[in-house]
């Protein structure tokens, strides 16, 4: 079969606009023609190919390795001391979410203890005891000092587990680099 060349392909087609999509081979009219909807009547068989059956892919599997580990951040032991120093307990949300709602809960029941001692002992002394309210304060110093205590040991365990777990992948990056370069990959037949 012989080419034509392209601007007498060009023109026997009509005029082609410059960035038109120009079909390329002939058109079938007929499969223009199928109408699903049709009925069986006027019905014709689609113009797509038979599916065909799956067939498994040969040769032995490819394992790449340990699956990598996504970057865990490490977390600032200095940050953890200012967000708990201007922020006590809340602060802690940034080093250890369970640890800080350990200690709102600790927070929390202690102020009501606190309400209610300061309460019975202003019931008791006829209101005396009312100058008390001004002393609870106090009370949640040592709540303030545990949480920054906590909050910078617990930053500090997260970088301790954040560097063993990429000493732990390493090592097993290690292990199969060696076990790839000693049974000479999957791809060697020896043919």
């Known amino acids: 079969m012989q080419q034509m060349p392209q601007d007498a392909h060009d023109r026997a087609r009509g005029a082609v606009i ?46 790449s390795g340990p699956m990598p580990v996504p970057p865990l951040p490490e977390k600032s032991v200095g940050v953890a001391f200012v967000l708990t120093f201007f922020f006590g307990p809340f602060g802690m949300f940034y080093s250890t979410v369970a640890g800080a709602l350990i200690l709102l809960g600790i927070t929390l029941v202690i102020s009501l203890l606190a309400g209610v001692v300061v309460g019975l002992i202003t019931l008791v002394t006829f209101g005396f005891g009312a100058f008390l309210v001004i002393l609870a304060p106090l009370v949640g110093i040592p709540i303030w000092i545990t949480s920054m205590i906590w909050g910078c040991v617990a930053a500090s365990h997260h970088n301790d587990r954040v560097r063993a777990d990429y000493a732990q992948h390493g090592a097993a990056h290690a292990q199969y680099g060696a076990q790839q370069s000693a049974a000479g990959g999957y791809g060697s037949t020896g043919c």
């Open 18 to 63: 410059p960035g038109e999509l120009v079909p390329t081979g002939e058109v079938d009219p007929g499969a223009r023609s199928y109408d699903p909807l049709a009925g069986a009547a006027g019905a014709q068989q689609p113009p797509y190919a038979p599916l065909q059956p799956y067939v498994a892919p040969s040769g032995p599997p490819r394992y």
